[in-house]
């Protein structure tokens, strides 16, 4: 055996060794699979739509900043070479009307308003896709097939007075989200990750709790109350009043109008 072949099969062997299966991932492994037949099973794994109407509010230091009624129409993308394979329009306004939205292309993100469709900071698109790479859900429908991605069982805890299965989820760049599972429900019901924010050169905790689970179409249960919190601070709670899975949604519902005026 030549000295390169040598390397290489030690390589193997060892890349072998590091994924091998431990009490640890068998453990998550029986827990990830029980936390998606609680979603719907196949209707939650083969799920391509899925709209939520609701209730958006802001918040600062803890106080309400805005309320603005929202429509988060979201598709799934089989076949897409982009890092994030899902497209979504986030609709601003009252009485159905869309005043303001945001429109998560394949390759860019957009805000749109009256005066027209604006690309979001490149710094702003990368948090958001992130944030989109930690999701429980979308590790969950998109992402437990991924080369080198690793989940780990941590053990059984007490969170926020519900009794929890502790999860950690490793991506193949060393991304890493935690996620507590409901005991009984099986059902996400808190995740927690850390990213770097160049803007104050530190690191900052970015945690989400789901609650009031209901069906939504297909079998599938989905959280209509979503909260975050950035730093142990309320930033941002979502209050679903109708979510529906399964729709239709034309793809010009994720496309920039043809004659869209482009703000710089």
Same mark, same amino acid.
Request: glycine share 6%; net charge positive; aromatic share 10%.
């Given at each position: ?33 029980? $936390? ?25 230091? &803890? ?41 998560? $292309? +394949? ?22 896709? +992130? ?13 437990? &097939? ?5 989940? +780990?069982?941590?053990?059984?805890? *007490? ?5 929890? +299965?502790?999860? !950690?989820?490793?991506?193949? =760049? ?30 900052? =905790? ?8 209901? !069906?939504?179409?297909?079998? *599938? ?7 975050? !919190?950035?730093?142990? !601070? ?26 869209? $005026?482009?703000?710089?």
């Amino acid at each position: 055996m030549s000295g390169v072949t040598r390397r290489l099969f030690l390589g193997t062997v060892a890349s072998g060794l590091l994924h091998a299966a431990t009490p640890s991932t068998t453990r998550a492994k029986e827990v990830v699979a029980k $936390t998606i037949h609680a979603l719907g099973g196949d209707g939650f794994r083969q799920m391509m739509t899925r709209t939520e109407t609701g209730r958006a509010y802001s918040f600062y230091r &803890e106080q309400i900043t805005g309320l603005s009624y929202a429509r988060i129409h979201t598709k799934y993308l089989s076949h897409s070479e982009a890092p994030i394979r899902m497209v979504q329009r986030q609709s601003f306004g009252k009485g159905g009307k869309e005043d303001t939205a945001l429109l998560v $292309t +394949e390759k860019e993100i957009w805000n749109l308003s009256y005066k027209g469709a604006k690309a979001m900071a490149s710094e702003k698109a990368a948090q958001f896709r +992130e944030s989109q790479f930690h999701d429980i859900f979308y590790i969950l429908r998109m992402r437990l &097939e991924e080369p080198n991605f690793v989940t +780990e069982h941590h053990g059984q805890d *007490v969170v926020e007075n519900q009794p929890v +299965e502790h999860l !950690e989820f490793i991506d193949g =760049e060393n991304r890493s989200v935690s996620v507590w599972i409901h005991s009984s429900t099986l059902l996400p019901v808190k995740q927690a990750f850390k990213r770097w924010d160049p803007a104050i050169n530190d690191r900052r =905790e970015e945690v989400t709790r789901y609650t009031k689970y209901r !069906e939504c179409g297909n079998g *599938v249960m989905w959280p209509h109350d979503v909260q975050r !919190e950035r730093d142990k !601070e309320k930033i941002y709670e979502m209050y679903a009043e109708k979510v529906v899975v399964g729709a239709s949604l034309p793809d010009s519902m994720f496309e920039l109008p043809p004659l869209a $005026t482009i703000l710089k």
